[in-house]
């Protein structure tokens, strides 16, 4: 809030991995006075022990099922990009029916995951 008050002109979340989240979220700006654009923030989980400690260092969750998923991959890091590819992506597509504005992505400087993303929810967009 103090961000819009100081002249912001959008809102771009943390990374979640439940949209309800950003819905919720989305419900509590708008009963504060922000009306101002709110694009959710994604972050393809590539990695499990990675994603554990950006979760544990900034207090977002990984539903209980998809850890499970990830976790049951093993060290098929081949296995993991898949579930997380198609976890950020089915995320996406419910966003952007749902109206969101835009998506943003946190990439970490990797970019082969966006582009696989990008070409599962682009045909659903057109």
């Not at 100081?6 to 949209?19: E, H, P, R």
């Not at 049951?72 to 089915?90: Q, Y």
Request: glycine content about 8%.
């Amino acid at each position: 809030k103090r961000k819009v008050d100081s002249g912001a002109d959008a809102v771009i979340t943390q990374l979640y991995y439940d949209n309800n989240h950003f819905y919720r979220f989305v419900e509590r700006c708008r009963a504060i006075g922000i009306q101002q654009p709110i694009v959710p923030g994604l972050m393809p989980i590539l990695n499990v022990e990675q994603i554990k400690r950006i979760t544990g260092i900034c207090g977002a969750t990984i539903p209980e099922q998809l850890l499970r998923k990830l976790e049951n991959a093993g060290g098929d890091e081949e296995r993991v990009h898949e579930i997380g590819i198609a976890h950020t992506a089915n995320q996406a597509l419910e966003l952007l029916h749902h109206g969101v504005p835009g998506i943003h992505f946190y990439v970490l400087n990797r970019h082969f995951h966006i582009a696989e993303i990008m070409k599962r929810i682009k045909p659903a967009l057109q």
